[in-house]
């Protein structure tokens, strides 16, 4: 299955990005996140930084993200929230919803700290770079 959702989201972004699905590959970290309202363990658990994916992971070209939990029924805050100079622009996280973006400057973000509830989501990154490309994660 997380082949599966990995192979979709690539091609989605291939095709809106006019890019080759084979030119995109799989990289590290992709990762579960389970925020709440706890407090932070370490500088990582502080998601609600403004901050750039490039910058923080290095080798992301692309981001994306899959929400499992739905905003304001699962959990309030924990908005998905894009820093522009004219206006922020907001993503309402909603279970089977994906969205994507370029992982460099021009996406400054962050994430509304969560004010109750758990958020769920599914972090899963792209590079152009196949030195840095891994293999699908595998269960165990």
């Known amino acids: 299955l997380g082949?599966?959702?990995r192979q979709r989201i690539q091609?989605?972004?291939?095709q809106v990005f006019?890019?080759?699905p084979?030119?995109?590959y799989l990289t590290k970290p992709t990762f579960f996140s389970r925020m709440n309202s706890s407090a932070a363990k370490t500088a990582h658990d502080?998601?609600?930084h403004p901050h750039v994916d490039?910058?923080?992971y290095g080798s992301f070209d692309y981001t994306s993200l899959l929400y499992l939990s739905d905003y304001s029924q699962d959990f309030g805050g924990g908005r998905f929230v894009f820093m522009d100079a004219d206006s922020n622009k907001t993503v309402e996280p909603r279970a089977g919803r994906v969205s994507f973006?370029?992982?460099g400057s021009e996406n400054l973000h962050r994430v509304e700290k969560v004010q109750w509830g758990t958020r769920f989501a599914i972090t899963i990154s792209f590079t152009?770079?196949?030195e840095h490309g891994i293999g699908d994660p595998a269960l165990g």
């Not at 091609?11 to 291939?14: D, L, S, Y």
């Open 18 to 20: 006019a890019i080759s």
């Open 128 to 130: 152009c770079d196949p």
């Open 46 to 48: 502080e998601y609600w």
């Open 3 to 5: 082949r599966a959702v």
């Open 101 to 103: 973006f370029t992982s």
């Open 54 to 56: 490039k910058v923080t």
């Open 11 to 14: 091609q989605r972004i291939a």
């Open 22 to 24: 084979s030119a995109l």
